[in-house]
């Protein structure tokens, strides 16, 4: 498919590193596409999660818990972990690192881009305001995705992210304890959430890099 001018698709290294904290705040300010039924839509990536697989008390696969639903995380990297959620909600992430080796990044928000009457078709909303992307369900409704695209390449052409090579700046990342995760004992403090700074469309309440709000 032809992408716009000055995008390219991220590679299969980027997502076969071993740090998934460092790639979860390098997803920020890139491009979340879904191209399905010929139906482009596209959205700037601003708020994700890490999740570092079996010594992360917040993750699925945490202890080397293996499932029908969690096996796509121990495969390589570059594939979508879909999941339902509440009974409501289908939650998008990036599997990262290496075979056997279950991290995966939660993408909780974006900044629409491309295909936004699409969009609200998806999710019923009647205009564009910030709730359209805000927070993971609604990630993943607007770009039509669910869980049968779990395990989806992200190398392909249906589902994959890009890089525009618009440059976000240090000081404009916010990191935080993640969200929901309370259960996770200590692991729930660590600064695994990461934001753009003032954008909107982040979800939850906005916290400073101490997990203080502001």
């Not at 596209?42 to 696969?61: C, F, L, P, Q, W």
């Not at 293996?66 to 992430?93: D, P, Q, S, W």
């Not at 049968?148 to 240090?170: R, W, Y």
Request: charged share 20%; net charge positive.
């Amino acid at each position: 498919m032809q992408l716009p001018e000055g995008w390219q698709k991220l590679p299969a290294s980027f997502y076969n590193r071993n740090d998934v904290v460092q790639i979860a705040r390098e997803l920020l300010n890139k491009i979340l596409v879904s191209c399905f039924n010929g139906i482009f839509t596209a959205g700037r990536i601003v708020e994700t999660e890490a999740y570092r697989g079996i010594v992360d008390k917040a993750s699925h696969a945490f202890g080397g818990r293996r499932t029908n639903r969690t096996e796509i995380m121990y495969g390589e990297g570059g594939k979508a972990y879909v999941y339902f959620c509440y009974g409501m909600h289908h939650l998008f992430n990036v599997v990262t690192n290496t075979a056997d080796v279950p991290h995966a990044v939660l993408i909780r928000a974006l900044e629409p881009m491309m295909g936004i009457e699409e969009m609200l078709l998806r999710t019923g909303k009647k205009k564009v305001d910030y709730t359209l992307t805000k927070g993971p369900g609604n990630v993943a409704k607007a770009l039509g995705i669910n869980v049968k695209h779990t395990a989806c390449s992200l190398l392909g052409n249906a589902l994959f992210i890009a890089d525009d090579g618009v440059v976000l700046q240090g000081e404009n990342i916010i990191a935080t304890p993640r969200i929901g995760v309370d259960y996770a004992g200590e692991d729930a403090l660590l600064p695994y959430r990461f934001y753009i700074q003032n954008n909107k469309y982040v979800s939850g309440k906005k916290k400073d890099n101490l997990g203080r709000n502001i």
